[in-house]
């Protein structure tokens, strides 16, 4: 198993109050799994990326990634983590917005201390892989808000992550767009064999994930496979829930 | 890819990184153009005491006259005889200047005996006032010639002065002059030591009894008086061999020592001792045992001296010394505190970007640095800046050459000018014929070094780096969850 989740917790105490955006979270995901992560507004799913993306670590529990525990490794290691095993892709892009789309792609290869003719190259490179060559130069704001996207994907392709953590990824695009954007997912998904977890509220684009996850108030719901094969899966039903993975 | 972020960064919020290099600029220019100013006034200060004091002496010692014995000029003006009436006289009468003690010579000797004395001489200040004119003719047989008005003592009750409202038809002239005499062996101290000549020559060693005299410049001017001329001084002829020039002209008229005592008729007597120490922490010790060796001295340091320069200057030097240091110090408070602010907000509208880098795996320092660089920029920027605008200032300064007067005592008290251990410490025997002023004009020249320049480009640095380091840290500070999570 890639991931391994064991009774993960994050609470944040605001204005005296004590939240729990995740509550007792138990998971696996194995490599190359396809993950749709649903569930309604503050459910918890942001949180749980970030938890998978070592962004952040849990109040209790343990994330074993690989073997080893996000929840207590030291700070470098995980800026290690970060820098090499994850990619992210955001709902608003989070590109630079003084950098050109080629610099914006250049700041994953950055803690890798590589050459600079190099980053340059290897950034050409991916921005070719999302059909934007030609927009290397320009700054986000000369871009549509699929080309910001497309560069944000390339950012986190560029460094051959194991795992893309993508957050509503096509949340800001229209529906032309978003189609684009899953596709290209799909296509660089399907070509390399890596993880990828995708926070969405499309059930279309939920559809095409092969194993969709549903968050409640902070627990799993329920996590459903697509049978073999099938694009379309039923509703989670209310015995799925806490279902053991099948796969992997 | 630092420097090009920098750079990117930079050029985005040009407007930001301008007002934030222009208040650093403002700040570092403030605290130059004061440092500057100071040492100019600093300069000018020194300017002043060398000139009062003599470059090379550090103490100086006199003794002040015991009440009543303060020497007022006789002149003998009464006619004598009723023949005498109306007929033309002229008077001179030199004396040792009021208010300051004679001692015996011997005690320059013992001075000069003490530790941490390098040297010690004595000098002896003289006025000397000439009078000619005409005798009041006495109207009517009632004696009534000018006993009103004068200053004089008793010894000559019937003195005439000019503007007394007396009968006299003839104005009496009154003309009078400061003398110092000087020892000629050792020059580097005492009155002469201030002074520049401008012509001729200075005493030379052999000429200790010479009937000669070195002429401050104003004075020689005043009476048409150039090298190689004589000037009669108490009816003895004196060749002028040099024309000596002083800020505070410390005397009109400069005498070797023992012909000064001749002419005063005080035979080994000085009235001013000047003492060089051998080192300035020796000074104060140097005060106690001169103190101890000559009881009732009164004993000036360059420093006491220095406390008692009053007038603009003084002013000036506090101004500098106390509010301008703390203006200046508040000032570059004030820059960075606004350059802090500004680059806390600029920060603060970026925490989602520094969140993302995070994500990307970017280390805390990284940020951090980046953060510093962009402060670098700009607080050279300011550093520069405000050396320019410092440099411009000073210049301004020195186009106004603003004019800084000193005085040394209250002028017009003779006794106060005498206790501050003066040459010619004395405004004379009436206060109408005060004719040594101890107040001294020098013009104000800021100068900014090469070394205050570099210490202005530093200041602009550490005060961006204050502020960078600031920023940066707020920056660095949250997790990238919290960091991606803040909306701006
Ligand atoms: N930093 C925080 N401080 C306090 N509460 C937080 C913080 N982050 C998240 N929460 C709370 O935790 C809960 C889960 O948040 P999370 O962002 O994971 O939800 P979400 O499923 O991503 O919602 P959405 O679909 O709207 O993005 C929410 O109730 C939210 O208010
Ligand atoms: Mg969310």
């Not at chain 1, 986190?156 to 990824?169: F, S, T």
């Not at chain 2, 001329?229 to 061999?241: E, L, P």
């Not at chain 2, 101890?292 to 009164?298: D, I, L, Q, S, W």
């Not at chain 2, 500098?320 to 920060?347: E, H, K, N, P, R």
Request: a positive charge; hydrophobic letters at 45%.
């Amino acid at each position: 198993m890639l991931y391994e989740l064991t009774g993960v917790t994050k609470r944040y105490v605001q204005a005296h109050k004590n939240v729990a955006a995740l509550d007792g979270v138990d998971l696996s995901i194995a490599e190359g799994e396809f993950v749709a992560v649903q569930g309604s507004t503050g459910s918890g799913k942001t949180t749980l990326l970030q938890m998978l993306g070592a962004l952040d670590r849990p109040t209790s529990g343990a994330v074993c990634f690989d073997g080893a525990d996000l929840a207590v490794l030291s700070e470098a290691r995980l800026c290690a983590l970060r820098s090499r095993a994850f990619g992210f892709v955001f709902q608003a892009f989070n590109l630079i917005p003084t950098l050109t789309a080629r610099e914006n792609v250049e700041t994953a290869l950055v803690p890798h201390g590589m050459h600079s003719a190099e980053r340059a190259e290897r950034a050409h490179a991916a921005l070719a892989e999302v059909g934007l060559a030609d927009r290397a130069s320009h700054v986000p704001v000369e871009l549509s808000g699929g080309e910001q996207q497309r560069v944000a994907i390339a950012r986190a392709l560029v460094r051959a992550p194991r795992v893309i953590l993508a957050d509503e990824p096509t949340g800001n695009l229209d529906e032309r767009t978003r189609d684009e954007i899953v596709a290209l997912l799909e296509e660089l998904w399907g070509g390399r064999d890596q993880t990828i977890i995708m926070v969405t509220h499309d059930s279309r684009v939920a559809g095409r994930a092969s194993r969709r996850l549903w968050l409640e108030a902070g627990t799993v719901a329920s996590s459903r496979y697509a049978p073999e094969g099938s694009n379309e899966l039923a509703p989670a039903t209310a015995d799925e829930l806490g279902a053991v993975p099948a796969r992997g | 890819m630092f420097l090009t972020y920098v750079y990117r960064e930079l050029r985005r919020r040009h407007r930001q990184a301008l007002l934030i290099a222009l208040g650093l600029a403002l700040g570092v220019c403030l605290v130059v153009t004061v440092s500057a100013t100071a040492g100019g006034v600093r300069d000018a200060q020194n300017d002043v005491l060398h000139s009062l004091y003599g470059v090379g002496t550090d103490i100086t010692v006199t003794q002040s006259a015991q009440r009543g014995s303060g020497d007022p000029q006789q002149f003998g003006m009464n006619p004598g005889s009723a023949q005498k009436q109306g007929q033309r006289f002229s008077r001179d009468a030199v004396t040792s200047t009021m208010g300051l003690a004679l001692v015996a010579d011997k005690k320059v000797t013992s001075i000069a005996g003490l530790r941490g004395v390098n040297a010690a001489v004595g000098g002896l200040t003289l006025s000397s006032m000439h009078m000619s004119g005409k005798f009041a003719k006495i109207v009517g047989g009632s004696s009534s010639a000018g006993g009103s008005g004068s200053g004089s003592a008793a010894a000559a009750p019937s003195t005439t002065t000019s503007g007394s409202g007396a009968p006299s038809q003839a104005p009496i002239k009154i003309s009078s002059f400061t003398i110092a005499g000087v020892d000629v062996a050792d020059q580097t101290i005492g009155p002469l030591s201030s002074a520049t000549i401008t012509t001729g020559r200075t005493f030379t060693a052999k000429e200790d009894n010479a009937a000669v005299v070195v002429v401050d410049a104003g004075y020689a001017k005043q009476n048409s008086l150039v090298v190689g001329d004589t000037m009669k001084i108490a009816g003895v002829s004196f060749k002028v061999v040099g024309v000596s020039k002083s800020a505070s002209g410390a005397a009109n008229v400069y005498l070797p020592l023992r012909r000064a005592q001749t002419i005063a008729g005080e035979k080994d007597k000085v009235n001013q001792i000047y003492v060089k120490a051998t080192s300035a922490t020796q000074i104060a010790a140097v005060k106690k045992e001169i103190k101890a060796t000559v009881p009732g001295a009164t004993v000036t340091t360059a420093q006491d001296l220095a406390d008692q320069v009053s007038g603009s200057l003084a002013s000036a030097s506090k101004l500098a010394d106390q509010l301008g240091t703390w203006l200046a110090i508040a000032a570059l408070i004030a820059a960075v505190a606004v350059a802090s602010l500004l680059t806390l907000s600029g920060v603060s509208r970026r925490v989602r970007e520094f969140g993302t880098l995070k994500a990307l795996g970017w280390r805390s320092r990284r940020i951090v640095s980046q953060v510093l660089g962009e402060a670098v920029v700009m607080g050279i920027a300011g550093g520069l800046g405000g050396a320019v605008l410092a440099v411009a200032a000073t210049r301004l300064v020195g186009v106004l050459s603003p004019s800084l007067q000193a005085t040394v005592g209250s002028s017009g008290v003779s006794t106060s000018a005498a206790q501050s251990g003066l040459p010619g410490g004395s405004s004379g025997p009436a206060g109408a014929l005060s004719s040594l002023s101890h107040t001294v004009t020098v013009y104000l020249h800021a100068s900014v070094s090469p070394g205050l320049l570099a210490a202005a480009i530093a200041l602009g640095l550490a005060g961006a780096l204050v502020a960078g380091g600031l920023g940066g840290w707020r920056a660095a500070r949250l997790s990238p969850a919290d960091a991606l999570r803040r909306v701006d």
